[in-house]
């Protein structure tokens, strides 16, 4: 999808789709873009960025992901499930479990994209680290109260640090209900189970 004014995904399946860029959907000069409770499982950009989604060159309204679920969606080279070029983008509430890359950001890949990072949980990322972002000239980023958890190489990379997840994140065994890395979309339940230190542990002013 490309050169829109305003855009919303919600309560979506996007599932086995395969793409040279983008497995799911590629969205490019999107003014204003609203996705949430969407689920986004095993997608594949095969040759390309964002096994899940590719943004590029958004609008002056803020690009805004809010209760998703990314599952085991794969790139060949960067962003795992989200591929984003010179956004403002914003991930709050999300899953991103068992995403893979090739190269850089196993489960996101920000190029020159402002952007914030709070409530999500980044889990379970096969290979190419859990978020890398870079920058070529200034910044602006906000990341806290998210959790993460056995993501390889590391959580972060890039121009990013461990010292940039911010000081009420999380580092533990999310307790999901029923989750397996097995390529199978459909025997999940993403939610916490009832000892799942993720209970209450968000920020408060969300």
Same mark, same amino acid.
């Given at each position: 999808?490309?050169?829109?004014?305003?855009?919303?995904?919600?309560?979506?399946?996007?599932?086995?789709?395969?793409?040279?860029?983008?497995?799911?959907? %590629?969205?490019?000069?999107?003014?204003?873009?609203?996705?949430?409770?969407?689920?986004?499982?095993?997608?594949?950009? #095969?040759?390309?960025?964002?096994?899940?989604?590719?943004?590029?060159?958004?609008?002056?309204?803020? #690009?805004?992901?809010?209760?998703?679920? +990314?599952?085991?969606?794969?790139?060949?080279?960067?962003?795992?499930?989200?591929?984003?070029?010179?956004?403002?983008?914003?991930?709050?509430?999300?899953?991103?479990?068992?995403?893979?890359?090739?190269?850089?950001?196993?489960?996101? %890949? +920000?190029?020159? #994209?402002?952007?914030?990072? %709070?409530?999500?949980?980044?889990?379970?990322?096969?290979?190419?680290?859990?978020?890398?972002?870079?920058?070529?000239?200034?910044?602006?980023? #906000?990341?806290?109260?998210?959790?993460?958890?056995?993501?390889?190489?590391?959580?972060?990379?890039?121009?990013?640090?461990?010292?940039?997840?911010?000081?009420?994140?999380? +580092?533990?065994?999310?307790?999901?209900?029923?989750?397996? %890395?097995?390529?199978?979309?459909?025997?999940?339940?993403?939610?916490?189970?009832?000892?799942?230190?993720?209970?209450?542990?968000?920020?408060?002013?969300?």
């Amino acid at each position: 999808l490309d050169d829109i004014s305003a855009l919303t995904l919600s309560g979506n399946v996007f599932t086995g789709n395969t793409g040279a860029r983008a497995g799911a959907a %590629r969205l490019e000069d999107i003014d204003s873009l609203t996705a949430k409770n969407n689920t986004l499982c095993n997608n594949d950009a #095969s040759s390309s960025y964002g096994g899940a989604i590719y943004l590029e060159q958004g609008g002056s309204t803020s #690009s805004t992901w809010t209760n998703n679920v +990314f599952v085991e969606n794969t790139a060949s080279t960067d962003g795992g499930a989200v591929y984003s070029d010179s956004n403002d983008v914003s991930f709050i509430n999300n899953h991103f479990l068992g995403n893979d890359a090739g190269s850089d950001g196993g489960a996101l %890949r +920000f190029i020159d #994209s402002d952007f914030t990072f %709070r409530n999500n949980l980044v889990a379970y990322t096969t290979d190419g680290d859990g978020i890398d972002a870079t920058w070529s000239s200034s910044s602006s980023f #906000s990341m806290d109260y998210n959790n993460w958890y056995n993501n390889t190489s590391s959580n972060t990379a890039g121009s990013l640090s461990s010292g940039s997840l911010g000081t009420n994140s999380l +580092f533990l065994d999310p307790k999901l209900s029923d989750y397996t %890395r097995d390529g199978n979309c459909g025997n999940d339940e993403y939610w916490p189970s009832a000892s799942s230190p993720l209970i209450d542990a968000g920020d408060p002013a969300s």
